[in-house]
């Protein structure tokens, strides 16, 4: 069961919608079934004598009565809304049902407590099958406002008892951090456009695409602009700076051909302009390693960051992790931009779905997570995708998503985790499509039948307790080949295997010479390291890349990223 509680002013103009036939004549039968007093709430579904405005009078009578005599003006959000919709596949509930919900939803609020002779005046209209439709004047009948803070939060924990008690699908609980939901009007628009989702998903995802990929706010607002939406920034008064801002989708306009503004948090909590500066500077610093020597280095160390990601949400850091939580879902979207595999439409699925487990009550420490940021950050630009080590950081992310999901689970964040986990099984099954073909042309380049025994014994020697499962494991012959080329790379094979199996338990894996395989692919090759330092230590200078002005990720438009190449909303 769903409330979903908003404001506005204009009394009459919702009782002409909900009475009315609907925007594509959905409305069967609408009639009230509760109100504050039945008796004096003219139904104009019941009543054909009874007019809109007549019931519009009765309900805002006291609200102009009232303030009028305290010598004020009518409140500008006076009009209190809660649609409360059934889940899909639950029963339809009697009108006598609906009753009992409506004054428990209106107690639970503060709009009508029970026994409250001065209440706020009400009424609970239903013209489908499956909600009704709770309206409420919010000027007290002695001319007080009601104590309705935090009312949508009230409103979902009446409903999850009210679930309980009916038999309902049990819904998960909110924690006031998920973005807006688009509106009614706004799906029937998207509907007519012939779109898949609202401009208001649209603008979100685009935003975070871009938030995930660019190093400066000022990149942010001209990166979006590139794409064709339309930036509105507020000024502060004094200083001149940007105190917020608003964008607009291409085409989207309004009765009066104007564009539809979206303010940043509107779109979702953490694109306000003071939660984007906590994650992008003002002015970028010229301190970005250059890869370029190295295409595999941004895929190297996002997949080490995410390693550390997991020892944090480990740790009872409770901030840390939320920091690297919220940073895991920007470098979802980058590792869905660099990859160029059929698998890529599952990562942008995956980084949609983490989208409400990046946020939670709790607050971020975002400095916290700054080494997995500016190595997700590089994967927007990376020149090419790098094979295995690939696939080794997909499968970082896997775990790291199933890990993220029970965090929250723990914590009692019943969306984030559902969100979680439903990146899990989106990651889970990329992972599969890219991890197949990799694995076997490693089997099929697997060593001599002495060196495969050499690795036997070394991994019999340095993990005894898990040396059968290992073996065991269909991907052994893959893990052979892995071996041998970190011997080439100048690691020792003992000391590898030991730090690898070091890094988590091997025990609840299911496949544990898959992990070991992946743990391995993403060490550094030691030769080259040394050159590396050879060449620094001689005194040839270190480049350093300064990014002159905004870039685009190199694969795609952040719109493409994020909605499987559909192009521009028309």
Same mark, same amino acid.
């Given at each position: ?341 059929? =698998?890529? %439409?599952?990562?942008? *699925? !995956? $980084? ?6 990046? &946020?939670? /009550?709790? #607050? @971020? ?62 990651? =889970?099954? %990329?992972?599969?499509? *890219? !991890? $197949? ?6 089997? &099929?380049? /697997?060593? #001599? @039948? ?80 040394? /050159?590396? #330092? ?37």
């Amino acid at each position: 069961m769903v409330p979903d509680v908003s404001t506005g002013s204009d009394t009459r103009g919702l009782i002409v919608y909900l009475f009315g036939p609907g925007r594509r004549d959905e409305h069967a039968d609408p009639h009230i079934v509760a109100a504050w007093d039945m008796a004096g709430a003219p139904d104009p579904g019941r009543d054909l004598e009874a007019t809109y405005t007549q019931l519009a009078k009765r309900l805002d009578h006291h609200v102009d009565l009232r303030t009028r005599e305290l010598g004020g003006n009518k409140p500008p959000q006076h009009v209190w809304h809660c649609p409360v919709r059934t889940a899909p596949g639950d029963r339809y509930l009697t009108d006598a049902e609906w009753v009992g919900v409506a004054r428990r939803i209106v107690h639970a609020t503060g709009i009508a407590p029970e026994g409250d002779e001065k209440a706020c005046r009400w009424i609970a209209v239903r013209h489908a099958d499956d909600h009704i439709h709770i309206l409420a004047t919010t000027v007290r009948a002695d001319g007080r406002r009601p104590r309705t803070n935090r009312d949508g939060w009230r409103a979902q924990r009446e409903c999850r008892k009210i679930e309980a008690e009916f038999g309902l699908r049990r819904l998960k609980s909110g924690d006031l951090t998920a973005p807006r939901t688009p509106t009614g009007a706004e799906r029937a628009k998207a509907e007519r456009q012939g779109q898949t989702i609202t401009a208001r998903q649209w603008l979100r995802e685009q935003a975070y695409a871009v938030a995930a990929a660019v190093r400066t706010e000022a990149d942010y607002f001209t990166v979006l602009q590139s794409l064709g939406i339309k930036v509105k920034t507020r000024l502060g008064p004094e200083t001149g700076d940007v105190i917020g801002y608003s964008l607009a989708a291409p085409d989207d306009t309004n009765a009066s051909g104007e564009p539809v503004w979206y303010g940043g948090s509107q779109l979702a909590p953490d694109l306000s302009i003071n939660r984007l500066r906590e994650r992008l500077p003002v002015q970028e610093v010229a301190d970005r390693r250059q890869y370029a020597a190295d295409h595999a280095e941004p895929w190297r160390h996002t997949t080490v960051a995410l390693h550390t990601a997991h020892i944090v949400l480990d740790s009872g850091d409770e901030a840390a992790a939320q920091g690297y939580l919220a940073t895991f879902g920007d470098a979802l979207y980058n590792i869905a931009s660099a990859t160029t595999g059929p =698998h890529r %439409a599952q990562l942008r *699925a !995956a $980084a949609m779905s983490f989208n409400r487990a990046r &946020r939670s /009550a709790i #607050r @971020a420490d975002h400095q916290a997570a700054t080494a997995l940021r500016k190595a997700a950050k590089e994967l927007a630009y990376a020149s090419s995708e790098p094979g295995g080590l690939a696939v080794a950081l997909l499968f970082a992310t896997v775990h790291l998503a199933r890990t993220a999901a029970k965090w929250h689970e723990q914590r009692g964040h019943d969306q984030q985790a559902a969100a979680a986990e439903e990146a899990f099984r989106h990651l =889970h099954a %990329a992972y599969q499509q *890219a !991890a $197949a073909p990799v694995l076997a042309d490693l089997a &099929r380049r /697997a060593p #001599r @039948a002495t060196t495969t025994s050499r690795f036997e014994q070394d991994l019999r020697t340095v993990i005894p307790d898990h040396a059968d499962r290992v073996l065991a494991d269909p991907a052994w012959p893959a893990l052979t080949t892995t071996l041998a080329r970190a011997e080439t790379a100048g690691h020792n094979t003992r000391h590898l295997l030991a730090e690898v199996a070091a890094h988590r338990e091997l025990d609840s894996a299911e496949n544990p010479a898959e992990v070991l395989n992946w743990r391995i692919t993403a060490q550094p090759n030691r030769r080259t390291q040394a /050159a590396r #330092r050879r060449s620094t230590s001689s005194g040839a200078p270190t480049p350093i890349a300064v990014v002159h002005g905004p870039t685009v990720p190199h694969n795609e438009s952040a719109r493409s990223q994020t909605h499987g190449g559909q192009g521009p909303r028309r």
